[in-house]
């Protein structure tokens, strides 16, 4: 199959290069004209060079391939309405013309957040109405939605991946950092519970969703285990190497922080990480997404659990000096 990958010069995105082409399939990559390409030159991947805001200039690009896997995206904005533009329009653009195109399949890998948080350490019910609490969750959403109203035309199938970790990655790797000096700050008591999954599995998440039937079914993926803050940052201490101290922050001084965060990040003219958007995301009791229904649809499962794909994860940053 000939796939055209957006975002494959980002973290995930170029994770999904690499399982597409062990996978056997060939990939065209839509990068910008100032994206760093050399991965995927190395890895003999076809390049475009556009915009998934400009999506009209790639109909020619979209008519030689047969499926199209979406992992471009924004995870903060100057303002609410970059996230929206990028995560929601253009989502909705591009698949509109791959579906005018002929393109047979189309994969979006959108995000927990869209679908919103649960309670306790259950999977959020499948069924159940999105109730993102961020920008970010809710411009995801809106991708979901602009993307579905071509799935007549189109087999549309949506990826929900919770946080991700692994080699490469920069956001994720600051907890990391954190650990190996042996701090691991957790919001209020570190009760609150997540899920978690390694990038490797998120990129053989995409591609198995090639052979999904289209109908636009959603599914969420984690890496079998579910974790509270607390577990989590010790998991991540412990593939460092260090016992690791719990740093109980309050909520409110969390909510400060990311309020400063912002007002540090307009000051230095970049967007912060961290922000009140994220706070929001964070507060909530529960983030524990489940694998059941991609596993009983298509098969998937995880490979890596967390103690394993943290131990691979900070062998990397050390091989790569980060550590």
């Known amino acids: 199959m000939r796939v055209f990958l957006t975002g494959a010069t980002g973290f995930v995105g170029s994770h999904v290069a690499e399982a597409l082409l062990a996978a056997g399939h060939e990939v065209m990559a839509l990068v910008r004209p100032t994206s760093k390409v050399a991965h995927l030159s190395a890895l003999g991947v076809s390049q475009v060079v556009g915009s998934m805001e400009a999506p009209e200039a790639l109909e020619a690009s979209l008519r030689e391939v047969d499926a199209v896997v979406h992992v471009a995206g924004m995870t903060t904005g100057k303002t609410p309405a970059d996230l929206y533009r990028v995560n929601g329009v253009a989502s909705g653009r591009l698949a509109e013309v791959a579906a ?11 995000s927990a957040a869209a679908q919103g948080p649960g309670e306790g350490d259950q999977p959020r019910p499948r069924g159940v109405r999105p109730r993102p609490v961020s920008h970010y969750g809710r411009s995801k959403l809106h991708g979901e939605g602009a993307v579905l109203r071509v799935r007549q035309e189109m087999g549309v199938t949506i990826l929900r991946p919770p946080p991700v970790y692994g080699p490469r990655d920069r956001d994720m790797f600051q907890v990391f950092q954190l650990a190996s000096y042996g701090l691991g700050p957790v919001l209020g008591d570190g009760s609150r519970w997540l899920s978690v999954i390694h990038v490797h599995d998120v990129a053989r998440a995409a591609v198995r969703c090639l052979e999904d039937v289209g109908s636009g079914a959603a599914y969420t993926i984690d890496d079998g285990g579910r974790y509270t803050w607390r577990e989590f940052t010790g998991i991540i201490a412990g593939a460092v190497g260090k016992r690791g101290l719990h740093l109980p922050i309050p909520a409110p001084l969390f909510g400060v922080a990311a309020m400063l965060s912002e007002a ?33 649809a298509l098969g998937w499962e995880p490979t890596l659990g967390l103690e394993e794909g943290a ?13």
């Open 264 to 296: 540090g990040g307009r000051l230095a003219g970049v967007t912060p990480i961290f922000n009140r958007d994220k706070y929001a995301e964070m507060s909530q009791p529960s983030w524990v997404c489940g694998h059941e229904a991609i596993q009983q």
């Open 311 to 323: 131990r691979q994860t900070v062998q990397w940053y050390r091989e790569e000096g980060w550590l």
């Open 100 to 110: 005018r195109a002929g393109v047979a399949r189309f994969v979006y890998v959108s």
